[in-house]
């Protein structure tokens, strides 16, 4: 299994990064709303904390709060882990990191849509192709 999950960081503003995400969870109780989180290849997007130069990072609870594109998706519900799913998803996070942030910037439904059509490799955007 792999176990470096991080695929992509962006300064977001000059206090603030936003890290992209692809990891295998094995499910159970999520602690934060006690709901049920399925098995399967996860997405997240996490904002932290850090002063420009600094290699400190500080993830305070509350922060994503009032910002759009702080979460996670299930992208692949798995029985089992399987490594070549959490391959494919980590390899369209890669190649689609700028488009991602810029969908979690927007943090709308349409743009929550667009995210998930990339993630599970329905659609691939264009090279340069922005929606507002």
């Given at each position: 299994?792999?176990?470096?999950?991080?695929?992509?960081?962006k300064?977001?503003?000059?206090?603030?990064i936003?890290?992209?995400?692809?990891?295998y969870?094995?499910?159970?109780?999520?602690?934060?709303?006690?709901?049920?989180?399925?098995k399967g290849?996860?997405?997240?997007?996490?904002?932290?904390?850090q002063?420009?130069?600094?290699?400190?990072?500080?993830?305070?609870?509350?922060?994503?709060?009032?910002k759009p594109?702080?979460?996670y998706i299930?992208?692949?519900?798995l029985?089992?882990?399987r490594?070549?799913?959490l391959?494919e998803?980590?390899?369209?996070?890669e190649?689609?990191?700028?488009?991602?942030?810029a969908l979690?910037?927007?943090?709308?439904?349409?743009a929550?849509?667009?995210?998930?059509a990339?993630?599970?490799?329905?659609?691939v955007?264009?090279t340069?192709?922005v929606?507002?």
């Amino acid at each position: 299994m792999a176990s470096d999950r991080l695929v992509h960081t962006k300064r977001i503003s000059p206090k603030e990064i936003r890290e992209l995400s692809v990891y295998y969870d094995k499910g159970g109780i999520n602690y934060f709303d006690y709901s049920t989180k399925p098995k399967g290849i996860f997405f997240s997007s996490t904002v932290y904390e850090q002063e420009e130069g600094s290699i400190w990072k500080t993830l305070k609870v509350g922060l994503g709060q009032g910002k759009p594109g702080v979460g996670y998706i299930c992208v692949v519900p798995l029985d089992r882990y399987r490594p070549k799913a959490l391959k494919e998803v980590r390899a369209r996070v890669e190649a689609h990191a700028e488009r991602i942030h810029a969908l979690c910037e927007i943090g709308d439904a349409a743009a929550l849509a667009e995210l998930k059509a990339i993630l599970t490799g329905a659609t691939v955007p264009q090279t340069g192709e922005v929606s507002a």
